[in-house]
């Protein structure tokens, strides 16, 4: 009934205002925090329990519903494949990492047993990745340098004890993992798995492939067979490759020979798994044949004593039981810990989703970063480095037929037997190999230089942090670049917020459409009515501006103009105050002449009974706008601020102040909600200034517009 009554008040052709529609159709109520509420929705019971358990443990999920005829061949298949791959590869990660290479057999075994647990995505292959490994590699090399495990032997040549610098070196990457599993756990159960949409894909992508870049320069020693110091912080890759310079005439030639061979043959196999990949079973794990086959040679040979060339050493075989990692490093590595797991939850959470599309499933970024962690912080105290994913064994586990998270089992258990019974047969393995196989590795990544061009035709802005983030890392190394390039992203979202697009609407005819008059040559501007809107949302960086950019956009100076009317206000002002100074003379001068006081009484009555008309910019002799209604499309605004609420009620006063109406469309509830907290509204300013659309705020400016007299009074 009240609708109607309003409704039946309202003139014919009028629009409704954000007050009318309040009275027709009321806003509910927020509900009001209580302690009652809230204890029934966290309340225990056996549904809340079970619903809990499933959301941790997915496995518990899926693993009943698991299609044994139809998925299991396609994942046993899948994990050997991938398992084949992991071997070559923890080796040659824990190489990069700066660690034994068993560790690298740890962490190919315990992470990838544990997200078959905890993990949501059915194609993502956890486990050593370069990037993680060099963010480690650089990170024990400042810490703990081969320098500090220097040792006499005979009296005079000085040797690193390899044995204590490597049990060092182990127990603070545990602490490491251990960190990052914490980190990313914790940002899981707090819900901030949105944390990596603050790593935009072209910084990612500039920042892996500045870290292929670090990769490759770190296995040059092992490519050239020549011993180099260990360089860290700013610069040091720089530093790095001139000493590789330095010291290429001391190049061991039956290491650099047995590298290109290597590097060779992986290529043109990898190559030709790629274009035969629909004629061929399963990729042939070149890898593996490359170690197995080196391995003899060396061991035959004997490469090590013969020529030089550096070997892996002792693999010890069987499993260790678990270490409590070193607390006291963590105040050291805390921000690389961070940094560390935020980059892998970044490159682990981007393959799931890719999969998860073409697959038709959904990945859970939120427990994707719990199942890092607890592949993380378990693994620590197993001796293994932090993991992440890798995309070519993701690729191959999705391409042999990998279904879930079986295969990943399936390539855990190869590792397992490696650790048990086989590792120790690759003591005579050349490192050389190893560097190969990263080297090879990383042609994925380098192929993302092609980024630029695609940038560059697409997006400026992005190709801006793109380069920032390579050049960043490369220059100040991977932890202090990583910060620098977040931060430079984060700049980039504040310029964008600072210097939107301004335009000025008008109506397409025979629509209630409004477009920028300045790109469409249909639109048209409503007459005596100025449509402004911007691309951003409002806040204290940009309202100013904004007011600015509307007072220009609107064709008149409104400070001059407001300038000047205060001035003839003055001056007219005093053109009053002098004329009553000559009417009461002339009223002295009318008393002094003997007349009556009842003449006086009535004239008197009659000056105070009339008020004079306000005084108006044509009354005061000043230019008028040539539009009596200015509209702010309020559409694109997400929030307001204090700073906001105080610059859009001078934009109302001002243009009051020349006599222009200010009304709002478009304007979302929450910012309405946002503007009456912030006290915006008054009884000259209220909701009938404001309307659901352009078009309902356009018609009731054209029904409000009426001839101006010339002693018309300023509309409020």
Avoid at 446 to 459: A, E, G, H, P, Y
Wanted: aromatic residues 8%.
């Amino acid at each position: 009934m009240a609708a109607e009554m309003v409704l039946s008040h309202r003139a014919p052709h009028g629009e409704l205002s954000e007050a009318d529609l309040e009275e027709v159709a009321p806003r509910t109520p927020p509900a009001k925090p209580s302690m009652r509420r809230c204890l029934h929705k966290h309340r225990c019971s056996a549904s809340a329990a079970k619903s809990l358990l499933f959301r941790f443990l997915p496995v518990l999920r899926w693993l009943p519903r698991y299609p044994l005829k139809d998925w299991l061949l396609g994942d046993i298949t899948s994990g050997f494949s991938v398992g084949i791959m992991h071997l070559p590869q923890g080796l040659a990660y824990a190489l990069l990492a700066g660690l034994p290479p068993v560790t690298g057999l740890y962490s190919s075994f315990y992470p990838v047993f544990l997200y078959f647990f905890f993990g949501t995505s059915r194609h993502n292959s956890v486990g050593p990745f370069a990037v993680i490994s060099v963010m480690i590699g650089s990170l024990t090399d400042s810490l703990l340098p081969s320098e500090n495990f220097l040792e006499s032997v005979n009296g005079s040549n000085m040797t690193v004890n390899e044995e204590r610098r490597d049990a060092a070196r182990v127990e603070l990457v545990a602490t490491i993992t251990v960190l990052t599993g914490i980190f990313q756990v914790a940002l899981g159960l707090l819900q901030f798995g949105f944390v990596v949409t603050y790593l935009s894909d072209p910084l990612v992508r500039g920042y892996t492939t500045a870290a292929s870049v670090h990769v490759l320069v770190s296995q040059l020693k092992n490519v050239f067979g020549v011993s180099l110091g260990e360089h860290s912080g700013p610069l040091s890759l720089f530093v790095t490759i001139i000493e590789i310079c330095r010291k290429l005439p001391e190049t061991n030639v039956g290491t650099l020979v047995t590298a290109i061979i290597a590097m060779v043959v992986i290529y043109i196999v990898k190559e030709l798994n790629h274009k035969f990949a629909a004629k061929l079973p399963m990729p042939i794990p070149i890898e593996l044949i490359t170690i197995i086959i080196s391995t003899g040679i060396s061991y035959g040979v004997n490469l090590n004593a013969k020529f030089g060339v550096s070997v892996v050493g002792n693999i010890p075989s069987g499993l260790k039981p678990p270490v409590v990692p070193n607390v006291s490093y963590f105040g050291q590595v805390v921000g690389n810990a961070f940094a560390i797991a935020v980059v892998g939850y970044a490159i682990c959470i981007s393959l799931g989703k890719i999969f998860a599309l073409k697959h038709g499933y959904k990945v859970d970024s939120n427990q994707e970063l719990i199942a890092l962690g607890f592949c993380n912080f378990l693994g620590g105290f197993f001796q293994c480095f932090a993991i992440s994913c890798s995309m070519s064994r993701s690729l191959v586990q999705e391409s042999t037929g990998g279904n879930s998270q079986v295969a990943g089992v399936i390539a855990s258990l190869v590792i397992l037997v490696t650790i048990l019974k086989i590792g120790e047969l690759f003591r005579d393995l050349p490192k050389a190999i190893l560097s190969a196989i990263i080297i090879i590795n990383l042609h994925g990544m380098f192929k993302q230089f092609k980024d630029i061009r695609m940038l560059w035709k697409s997006n400026r802005v992005d190709l801006t942090i793109w380069i920032v983030t390579f050049v960043a890392t490369l220059t100040l190394n991977l932890d202090i670049g990583l910060g620098a390039s977040v931060a430079f992203g984060l700049l980039t979202v504040i310029f964008r917020t600072q210097l939107p697009h301004y335009s000025i609407l008008g109506r397409i005819p025979d629509t209630d459409v409004y477009r920028d008059v300045a790109q469409y040559q249909m639109a048209q501007e409503v007459p005596g009515v100025k449509i402004f809107c911007s691309s951003s949302t409002l806040y204290f960086a940009n309202v100013e501006l904004y007011a600015e950019a509307l007072k220009k956009k609107s064709g008149i100076n409104v400070d001059r103009l407001i300038e000047k009317k205060k001035k003839a206000l003055k001056k007219l002002k005093k053109q009053q105050k002098k004329a009553e100074k000559e009417m009461a003379k002339k009223k002295k001068h009318m008393q002094d002449g003997h007349n009556g006081p009842g003449v006086a009484v009535i004239e008197l009555s009659g000056a105070e009974g009339s008020a004079p008309p306000a005084p108006t910019l044509r009354t005061l002799g000043l230019p008028q706008p040539s539009f009596h209604t200015v509209i702010l499309d309020f559409s694109p605004v997400s929030f307001v601020d204090t700073v906001s609420i105080k610059i859009l009620k001078n934009i109302f006063r001002d243009f009051h102040e020349i006599e222009v109406d200010v009304l709002v469309a478009s304007c979302p509830v929450p910012v309405l909600a946002q503007l009456e907290r912030g006290n915006f509204f008054s009884s000259s300013l209220t909701k009938r200034c404001f309307f659901p659309s352009v078009h309902a705020a356009a018609e009731h400016a054209r029904s409000e517009q009426r001839p101006a007299p010339p002693d018309l009074s300023t509309r409020m």
